[in-house]
């Protein structure tokens, strides 16, 4: 890795870190970056899970008031994001490598899907207001987070756009306290699947540690001031770099 390929790889892990917390998605920003110098897919996607990690740790600390009075809520969608999570990153390393190939565009084109109605369901959140009449969420959510944490384990980008998602529909809450959760239960599918990768996968450490430093900085970045960036020019932004890696996918 060249010095200027490194900076690239840490500018992108600082712009996933921040899109992380305030989005979702980072993956599209730092997937494409690391298939662009060379590496394989399969390395690319276990050393940008493991890089992930400290971003989505310094966003949930930076979400911690919007996470008071969650711990039941926490406990149950977080045990069903766990176990997803080791089940997509057990199945990421089962599966041939050819088989992750060739599902990956698949599922950048559905991420960037749901980067695109985000607002919608935002704005439908925001409209629902009230509390839940199962505040620790109902076995549909739970049973919707496990799915997820599936998708998330095997890679993962845009699974927090499609956990809030699924907050907003079946619970009622505010958006920012379901946003905290989102980030706290996308940490713990990261997170899981990251240790697995340690011990069983290829992966490229130097690659990993730029994309931790940078999104560990990312994170805290979107915790604090993220609110204040243009949401449009952020998902634009996503949806074109999914689109190149996208392109790059198809033609490799």
């Known amino acids: 890795m060249t010095p200027w390929e490194g900076l ?42 493991l890089g992930l990690v400290p971003g989505s740790i310094s966003g949930a600390i930076g979400y911690r008031r919007e996470l008071a009075d969650q711990r039941g809520r926490l406990l149950r969608l977080g045990t069903a994001a766990l176990l997803g999570g080791l089940l997509g990153a057990v199945l990421l390393t089962r599966l041939p490598s050819g088989a992750f190939d060739a599902i990956v565009p698949g599922l950048i084109l559905l991420a960037l899907v749901l980067v695109v109605i985000q607002p919608r369901v935002a704005r439908a959140v925001a409209a629902r207001g009230g509390k839940a009449v199962d505040p620790n969420g109902s076995p549909a959510l739970v049973a919707g987070i496990f799915l997820t944490g599936i998708y998330g384990g095997y890679f993962g980008a845009a699974q927090g756009v499609l956990m809030l998602a699924l907050m907003g529909m079946l619970l ?30 290829s992966m490229d450490w130097l690659a990993a540690l730029l994309i931790a430093v940078g999104s560990a900085l990312g994170g805290l970045v979107g915790a604090k001031v993220g609110r204040r960036l243009p949401p449009v020019a952020l998902r634009t932004l996503i949806v074109v770099v999914g689109l190149a890696a996208v392109t790059k996918l198809l033609l490799d």
Not at 20 to 46: H, K, Q, R
Not at 177 to 201: P, S
Request: hydrophobic share 60%; charged share 5%.
């Open 8 to 49: 690239a790889v840490f500018a992108a892990g600082a712009g996933a870190g921040t899109i992380n917390v305030i989005v979702g998605s980072g993956t599209l920003i730092t997937f494409p970056v690391l298939l662009a110098i060379g590496l394989p897919p399969v390395t690319a996607n276990v050393s940008n899970t």
């Open 172 to 201: 009622r809450d505010d958006l920012q306290r379901m946003n905290a959760v989102k980030n706290v239960l996308a940490l713990i599918v990261n997170a899981v699947a990251a240790v697995f990768f340690m011990f069983t996968a």
